[in-house]
């Protein structure tokens, strides 16, 4: 079935620097790939997603790369803020063999200022 | 608009009983999944239901775990004879259908604790 890796497990940045986060998932034919956030002790909130037929989308200071030929994608946070702590969890739905999202394990970001 | 709701926010069991875990999407919402986490871990997909099909219960971890839907309405995740390992978050999340590009609402979950 679907798998879907995450790394980092965690990611310490100073305020200000960039972080990246990076996915990558087994079936080929995934055709979806959004990413959540979820701040300490509150629930999973999409942040940004990404479809297979583009490459690149941005939304202000976050964006997400997706490599179809490697299968990977990964989320981008510049001008990283203390708010941006968080969890980010990436997830792939597949399109024939499995209809759900598969979750990566989570990158637990911590941005200091 | 009303998010997803779930009841109850805490529930701390003894081993052995039998817990109900309940789930209100978003109205209209056609698509709801049940996952778990662990403390400090991922999400880890127990079950979806998509309308009136059959559900997809490909994620639950034993015979102890079901979980029913009425309609397009509420859903109950039963967990008979809890054990220890059995202790998370629950989360249940919607959507408008799971066949298209369309965001997955969460609730606030269930901690579940069993001693």
């Known amino acids: 079935g679907e798998n879907v890796e995450q790394h980092p497990s965690t990611l310490s940045v100073q305020e200000g620097d960039s972080a990246v986060i990076k996915c990558t998932y087994s079936d080929s034919a995934s055709n979806y790939f959004p990413w959540y956030k979820q701040e300490l002790g509150k629930r999973p909130q999409l942040i940004i997603d990404i479809r297979s037929n583009v490459g690149e989308k941005k939304d202000q200071r976050i964006a997400v790369t997706l490599n179809k030929t490697a299968k990977h994608f990964s989320l981008h946070i510049t001008e990283t803020q203390p708010e941006d702590s968080a969890v980010y969890f990436c997830?792939?739905?597949?399109?024939?063999?499995?209809?759900?999202?598969?979750f990566g394990t989570g990158t637990r970001l911590q941005v200091f200022p | 608009g009303a998010g997803v709701s779930q009841s109850p926010s805490n529930k701390v069991t003894e081993k052995g009983k039998d817990v109900e875990l309940r789930c209100d999407p978003i109205?209209?919402?056609?698509?709801l999944y049940w996952y778990r986490q662990r403390l400090g871990q991922g999400l880890e997909f127990l079950i979806y239901f998509q309308g009136n099909s059959a559900p997809d219960k490909s994620g639950l971890p034993s015979d102890r775990f079901s979980a029913e839907r009425t309609g397009e309405s509420v859903s109950t995740l039963t967990i008979q004879r809890t054990q220890q390992e059995d202790s998370a978050v629950y989360l249940c999340a919607s959507s408008l259908t799971e066949r298209t590009y369309n965001e997955q609402f969460f609730g606030p979950g269930t901690r579940l604790t069993v001693l």
């Open positions: 109205s209209g919402h056609t698509a």
């Open positions: 997830a792939a739905r597949g399109l024939y063999n499995t209809d759900k999202l598969i």
